[in-house]
């Protein structure tokens, strides 16, 4: 509470110049802290009423007549995932939900490669780009000299159009550069005029993240996220129901501890 009046306090002195007004407010914590249960102890006294059905038997009897709404009982999601949606269903999402397995393979292994040659042995920028071009020059120069039959095997080449940037495509990359570079403006306009206090603690916020990751070394970071995203997402993608499912019991749990510590408090200070 003493920090909610504190907010509210602050809301008072800038809300004139345009700051919206907060979530966290004295009147809305006592709304939110207020008992919504019922009981029947007017009706037992007054009229002798007793349940027929005891409260946990009665949930239990709830709970059994909606089979349809369980998660095991929900019916498969149609068209893309969440994890597909969020990969942007492309390229990028097949690779690291495992849909095209050879590709995502090959990946892997240029990743890894990648990690042992230039990251690993923590070579400067410029000789890493060295290697890489030097790699990747060897790679082209052998692929191309190679027959299509290589002990029955059928070796797939690289067509020339594949190295071209063709011009639709430098134009979609050179609006997607613009734009993110007009919505930066936008945010830099909107923190200069200082009305938009979400979006400052969005920005502050993300700022803080981003150096907190800069501070970590690179080869960590490339350790921990190559795991990570080649299998958080997939298994997010198998298991999204259950996953879903746990973080809204989760999240239920939360705000019914948040709920009894809210009553709690504010029954101590009754007494008091």
Not at 100 to 111: F, G, P
């Amino acid at each position: 509470m003493p920090i909610a009046q504190v907010i509210e306090l602050i809301y008072k002195i800038f809300g004139p110049y345009g700051m919206k007004v907060p979530q966290l407010i004295p009147s809305r914590i006592r709304l939110l802290s207020c008992s919504r249960s019922f009981n029947c102890s007017k009706a037992k006294d007054r009229l002798g009423y007793a349940p027929i059905v005891p409260l946990e038997e009665g949930l239990k009897r709830t709970l059994e007549s909606y089979p349809h709404l369980r998660v095991e009982n929900q019916p498969k999601r149609e068209g893309p995932s969440k994890a597909s949606i969020c990969l942007g269903s492309g390229k990028v999402a097949d690779t690291l939900l495992w849909k095209d397995k050879k590709q995502t393979l090959i990946t892997l292994l240029v990743l890894v490669a990648i990690y042992y040659n230039f990251i690993a042995s923590q070579s400067t920028i410029v000789t890493a780009a060295s290697k890489l071009l030097l790699v990747v020059s060897i790679f082209l120069f052998i692929h191309g000299n190679l027959p299509e039959k290589v002990f029955g095997y059928t070796i797939e080449k690289i067509p020339i159009s594949y190295f071209i940037l063709s011009e639709e495509r430098s134009h979609q990359t050179a609006l997607s550069v613009a734009s993110s570079w007009n919505a930066a403006v936008n945010v830099l306009k909107s923190l200069c005029k200082g009305n938009d206090w979400s979006l400052f603690l969005k920005v502050v916020i993300s700022l803080l993240i981003l150096s907190f990751l800069g501070a970590i070394p690179f080869q960590t970071l490339f350790i921990i996220g190559l795991p990570v995203a080649f299998a958080a997402f997939y298994l997010y993608e198998k298991n999204e129901q259950a996953i879903d499912s746990m973080f809204l019991e989760a999240l239920s749990l939360v705000c019914k501890m948040k709920s009894d510590i809210t009553k709690k408090v504010a029954g101590s200070k009754k007494k008091d």
